[in-house]
Structures are given as structure tokens and as C-alpha cells.
């Protein structure tokens, strides 16, 4: 099981990107998916997370700018990054808890990271 993050890049101040993060592998059910990001020098903190039924929590300086969804067909989340900042710039990185049984039912659950994607928004 592994998780694929993509869509970063360079943009300008205002402008727009849109991430992606796709997992794949054998695995029952994704419960939360989440986006972190990390700038140099700076702890690694939650920009926006969303539950298997759709409810989401944003960190406030995001908020109104960035949307996250998830396509659960696709075993995908997003995150629609609008008006952003060069304060926004950083490497993004997806996390998601996942729940699977073995073969006597056994449930397991744990959580992978991706491997993050840089967003660079200049000024």
C-alpha cells in the first residue's frame, strides 16, 4: 500500500494549484486523509484533513483559500489551493489512516505518508 501525491509547482502570488493523492495497494478502507506541509525551519503542521463521510477542518490560515474533497471510488483526496501566499510555500505531504482485516478478521489499522510534493508561490 502507498500513497502518491503530485500537482506541485511554481506559481505566483494568487494563483491557484490543485494537489492530488492517490493510494493503491490491497487495503480495506480509508478512513481520514489529510494534507500537511513543511517549510525549511518549521515544524511540520496539518493545513486540512477530511473524514471518510466528508467532514473537514481546515488550519486558519488557510481557511477560504484551500478545499479539501476526496473521491472515495478513487481512493483519492485533493487539495484545491487558491490565493495563495508565498507564505504557503513548502513541501506537501498527504497522510492517510487506513483500516484492513486479515484473513480471520482480524482488523489492522495504520497510517502511511506520501512522499510529498514542493509548492513554491512567488511573490
Known amino acids: 500500500v502507498q500513497l502518491q501525491a503530485s500537482g506541485g509547482g511554481l506559481v505566483q502570488a494568487g494563483g491557484s494549484l490543485r494537489l492530488s493523492c492517490v493510494a493503491s495497494g490491497r487495503f480495506s478502507n480509508i478512513n481520514n486523509m489529510n494534507w500537511h506541509r513543511q517549510s525549511p525551519g518549521k515544524e511540520r503542521e496539518l493545513v486540512a484533513g477530511i473524514s471518510r463521510a466528508g467532514s473537514t477542518n481546515y488550519v486558519g490560515s488557510v481557511k477560504g483559500r484551500f478545499t479539501i474533497s476526496r473521491d472515495n471510488a478513487k481512493n483519492t483526496v485533493y487539495l484545491q489551493m487558491n490565493s495563495l501566499k508565498p507564505e504557503d510555500t513548502a513541501v506537501y505531504y498527504c497522510?492517510?489512516?487506513?483500516?484492513?482485516?486479515?484473513?480471520?478478521?482480524?482488523?489492522?489499522?495504520?497510517?502511511?505518508w506520501g512522499q510529498g510534493t514542493q509548492v513554491t508561490v512567488s511573490s
Open positions: 497522510e492517510a489512516d487506513f483500516l484492513d482485516f486479515s484473513d480471520d478478521g482480524t482488523p489492522s489499522a495504520y497510517r502511511l
